[in-house]
Every structure is written in C-alpha cells, then in structure tokens.
C-alpha cells in the first residue's frame, strides 16, 4: 500500500511558478513509477507528466513540455512538480499517482492521492 498526499497548490498569476510536492508514505516508493495528472473544470483527467523509478526517464505532455519539470527524492519518498510559466489554461486540480507501469495511461497508476487546487489568473 501506498498513500500519496499533495500540497504546494494556490492562486498564482499567469506567468508565475509553483512547485507541488506528493508525499508518498511506504517503503517501497523507489520500486513505483510516478506522474502526475490534472482535471480542469468540465474536463476529463488527463497525463501531465511521468518520472521513472529511477528518476532516470521522464516524459511530459505537449501542453506542458518545456515549461514544468518532474523530479524525484526517493530518500525523502517524494515527488515534485516544477511548474513554470503557468497559463490560466493550467488551472485544475492536480493529482500525483504511483504504478508498476512507466506510462502515460490512467489505467497504469494503482495509488492516487487526493489533489491540490491549482488555479492561474490572466
């Protein structure tokens, strides 16, 4: 079993930056691939960005690609979200989760936390 919480989510200007943090608790983080994804009002879940066991191999959905950065310390059983030059278009509610998987599919993710309330004005 593993529980993930979120926190670093707020109100930010179009521009600015935030960092989200997911706290995972279990030893067995290092052995999880993680990512994380986002739901906008009125919109379906969708792949934000994912980070290998390792932290050797990440991958990131176009929208974002260039502007956030995923990283990991699994010494610390945490993932981070690095969000650079957010848009209003950013704004959802973020979620991390943690999978056998390397993949960019919901389905691939066993553990989800609870999400954090990110929200980017223009």
Same mark, same amino acid.
């Given at each position: 079993q593993v529980q993930l919480v979120e926190s670093g989510g707020g109100l930010v200007q179009a521009g600015g930056s935030l960092r989200l943090s997911c706290a995972a608790s279990g030893r067995t983080f290092s052995s999880y691939a993680m990512g994380w994804f986002r739901q906008g009002p009125g919109k379906e879940r969708e792949f934000v960005a994912?980070?290998?066991?390792?932290?050797?191999?990440? %991958? %990131?959905?176009?929208?974002?690609?260039?502007?956030?950065?995923?990283?990991r310390d699994n010494a610390k059983n945490t993932v981070y979200l690095q969000m650079n030059s957010l848009k209003p278009e950013d704004t959802a509610v973020y979620y991390c989760a943690a999978g056998q998987l390397t993949t960019t599919q919901r389905q691939g993710y066993v553990y989800w936390g609870q999400g954090t309330q990110v929200t980017v004005s223009s």
């Open positions: 994912r980070i290998s066991w390792s932290g050797g191999s990440t %991958y %990131y959905a176009d929208s974002v690609k260039g502007r956030f950065t995923i990283s």
